[in-house]
């Protein structure tokens, strides 16, 4: 049953308090049977017995030993590579930045080295994009030739950032960030960035960096094993902040996340296996955490799905979602778990997402979510948008298997937006021992199968001094 609905008018909201939203089971094609099976969560110890954070052997490697001066005005970048190869050279340990503003281009940080950024001090990382070589690099789902990132390793193994300092990106409205603001000169490049990859262009060749208006990931490892970021705060990212791309066993753990440029996006593991971030704190011009796996050819053409990510104990205040899956999504999405956080912004869009369209396509399957609590979205608690951009193709994205158990919202404009597409699919939302309250419209469900609600409340804004069984009942 696929009733396409639309929001009803403030007008008709405010005459009709309650009652309309106790008609969503019915005209959605609620079923009344119990949700299925959620025992997905049985999957979560042997995943976790996987995430292993790296260890390292107890030796320092002061920056200060390797020439770097705790002055803004002077250039410590060569003197930090500098320590972070000799740390690699020999067999590993930790590179140590003291308090202090130390000014740096990209650090590029090699096997078993953990770049240890003290309390009180800042790796203030230099706008220039002279300083970034060209890499292989993800831009947007990808592959490229372009900026390096400013944390960037490649092939390794064993690596960390750490520590309870800062890491400033110096990214602005006349750095970094213009580049997306009208007339937006970033728009071209990503145009034949994309037409590279639809062409089937080798990644060699594909060539932007200097001279180009690309921007670069804040902390990226590529292909590696084993990574630990923990504890530092990142600001002013040129773009996406934590990009982890075809790697395992990664821990994101006590990071603060506090940037509000274009593209911010918090976390964004893409084709990654293995993954927990938890205890971290998201406030972002974008998604809080986004899980991606590649965009549309190269996306299918790398074909490597994120799988097994574990997101808890988060708290997400601004972006455009809590926990977000896509768009960049060609290679699949599978077995995503998140538990015991709070999202909580007006100005967050909404609390979990997922974006696709016929062109990008993609499976998400098995993602669950328990013990939330959203006191305040300004979207839907659930928002499934499978005509995001307007792109089509042949294409079909499919969402299957997505549960919610245990989650509170006091407002939000919706409980599930599910926007589905003809020749896509939408298979088994389940939602569980659940209360929505201060809800201002009814779900809006399009071309989706097998919705179902079991014990959830649903409270309209004007019923919020009601007891929710008078306004809406038991479901």
Known sequence: MNPERRPISSRNHKRTPGIWLGLIALVAGVLPAPAADVDGWDQVPDILARIVAPTFPERDFVATV??????????????????IDACHAAGGGRVIVPAGIWRTGPLHLKSNVNLHVMEGATLLFDPD????PNVL??????????????????????IAVTGAGVLDGSASETQWWDRKRPPTPQKADVQRLYAMAEQGVPVEQRAFGLGSFLRPSFIQPYRCRNVLIEGVTLRRAPMWNI?????????????TV?????????????????????????????????????????????GVPSENIIVRNCT???GHGGVVIGSEISGDCRNVFVENCTMDSAALG???RFKSNTYRGGTIENVYLRNVSIPKVSGAIVLMQLKYQRETGPHAPIIRNVHLDNVTSLSSRHVLNLGGV???????????NSTFSGVRAPDIIEHVRDVRFTNVTILAETDAAKPAAAALGQR
Not at 243 to 255: D, G, I, K, Y
Not at 283 to 292: H, L, S, V, W
Request: hydrophobic share 35%; glycine share 10%; aromatic share 8%.
């Open 350 to 352: 909404s609390a979990l």
């Open 66 to 83: 390797f020439g770097a001066i705790a002055d803004d005005l002077v250039d410590d970048g060569a003197a930090l590579q500098q320590a």
């Open 129 to 132: 994009q002279a300083r970034y």
């Open 316 to 318: 997400m205040r601004d």
């Open 258 to 302: 506090d940037t509000h440029g274009p593209n911010n996006d918090g976390c964004n593991p893409e084709s990654c296996r293995d993954v927990l971030i938890e205890d971290c704190f998201f406030n972002t011009g974008d998604d809080c955490i986004a899980i991606k796996s590649g965009r549309n050819a190269d996306g299918r053409r790398v």
């Open 137 to 158: 690099t993800l831009f947007e789902g990808v592959e490229c030739m372009s900026f390096s990132p400013l944390v960037y390793a490649f092939e390794q193994e064993n």
């Open 422 to 432: 003809e020749g896509g699919l939408i298979d088994g939302v389940y939602v569980r």
């Open 243 to 255: 990009h982890p791309v075809l790697s395992t066993n990664v821990t994101v753990r006590r990071v």
